[in-house]
């Protein structure tokens, strides 16, 4: 076998191999189209409830604000703190 022949089956094996990968992929993506368009697109369930709720206003007056809660957020910011600090 000379170097031409081998050259020659080198091109012939280089060619049939970039030919399959070609056929390969490019049924890949007709497979995933086709895939993509007879499949359902997910839709987020949302949960009807039977009373609408009522919008809450932007801004909330100081009588909607649970002191409670203003303590323990607080509390918590500040051990949040020394804990970074420490």
Do not use: C, W
């Not at 056929?23 to 368009?37: D, E, H, P, S, T």
């Not at 039977?50 to 909330?60: D, F, L, Q």
């Amino acid at each position: 076998m000379d170097v031409t022949q081998a050259l020659l089956t080198a091109l012939n094996l280089l060619g049939l191999g970039m030919g399959f990968v070609f056929l390969f992929l490019g049924l890949l993506m007709i497979a995933v189209n086709l895939i993509a368009k007879y499949t359902p697109a997910d839709i987020p369930v949302t949960k009807q409830s039977s009373t609408p709720k009522k919008p809450t206003p932007v801004g909330a007056t100081q009588a909607e604000i649970n002191p409670r809660l203003v303590a323990a957020i607080s509390s918590a910011v500040s051990q949040y703190h020394k804990s970074k600090t420490a």
